[in-house]
T-cell receptor
Framework: DQQVKQNSPSLSVQEGRISILNCDYTNSMFDYFLWYKKYPAEGPTFLISISSIKDKNEDGRFTVFLNKSAKHLSLHIVPSQPGDSAVYFCAASDAGNNRKLIWGLGTSLAVNP | EPEVTQTPSHQVTQMGQEVILRCVPISNHLYFYWYRQILGQKVEFLVSFYNNEISEKSEIFDDQFSVERPDGSNFTLKIRSTKLEDSAMYFC???????????FGPGTRLTVL
């Protein structure tokens, strides 16, 4: 079951530069997408989300872009900081009442000073 | 800021034993969830709970699993007879009515020997 895919297991970026994390999905019933950040031995922390009726959502240094026709979303972090080093998960939910989340495998981001 | 809490942080048990994992969701949230993540694998949905009953469950959530909201604050996951393959991180999440974002606890690491 590969409904949500994060094809890059890891990404390394220099401090101050842009980090771009990608996510693809296959289920056209998904209508809400979320990015979570996770440090080792902690739970996922909500970062930013986007509804399928939008193509961009911005919150400070974090912007999520959604391309519905390509079934692709991306998370941009600008500028990247060493504290951003963590695993980033893309998750999606469909329009049902329960809103269960389907997850990608995650991308480990390392921001080097 | 309100948080989801989980206890214990780590539980070690023998195969065949019963375990109860505990969660305290955010107080004004009405949807509750359990997910698990086996080492190296994706986060997987187990069950959602609303209005004092299971609203959806996955194939993983078989007769060995049960959930309960014994009082106004706790939400528990019980595994009746643990198997080796139940070893995983178990995450509890909650969501406020009318919103789409789930907030996660720090997780319980379950080790079945």
């Amino acid at each position: 079951d590969q409904q949500v895919k994060q094809n890059s297991p890891s990404l390394s970026v220099q401090e101050g530069r842009i980090s771009i994390l990608n996510c693809d999905y296959t289920n056209s019933m998904f209508d809400y997408f979320l990015w979570y950040k996770k440090y080792p031995a902690e739970g996922p922390t909500f970062l930013i989300s986007i509804s399928s009726i939008k193509d961009k959502n911005e919150d400070g240094r974090f912007t999520v872009f959604l391309n519905k026709s390509a079934k692709h979303l991306s998370l941009h972090i600008v500028p990247s900081q060493p504290g951003d080093s963590a695993v980033y998960f893309c998750a999606a939910s469909d329009a049902g009442n329960n809103r269960k989340l389907i997850w990608g495998l995650g991308t480990s981001l390392a921001v080097n000073p | 800021e309100p948080e989801v809490t989980q206890t214990p942080s780590h539980q070690v048990t023998q195969m065949g034993q019963e375990v109860i994992l505990r969660c305290v969701p955010i107080s004004n949230h009405l949807y509750f969830y359990w997910y698990r993540q086996i080492l190296g694998q994706k986060v997987e949905f187990l069950v959602s709970f609303y209005n004092n009953e299971i609203s959806e469950k996955s194939e993983i959530f078989d007769d060995q699993f049960s959930v309960e909201r014994p009082d106004g604050s706790n939400f528990t996951l019980k595994i009746r007879s643990t198997k080796l393959e139940d070893s995983a991180m178990y995450f509890c999440a909650s969501r406020r009515l009318g919103t789409d974002t789930q907030y996660f606890g720090p997780g319980t690491r379950l080790t079945v020997l």
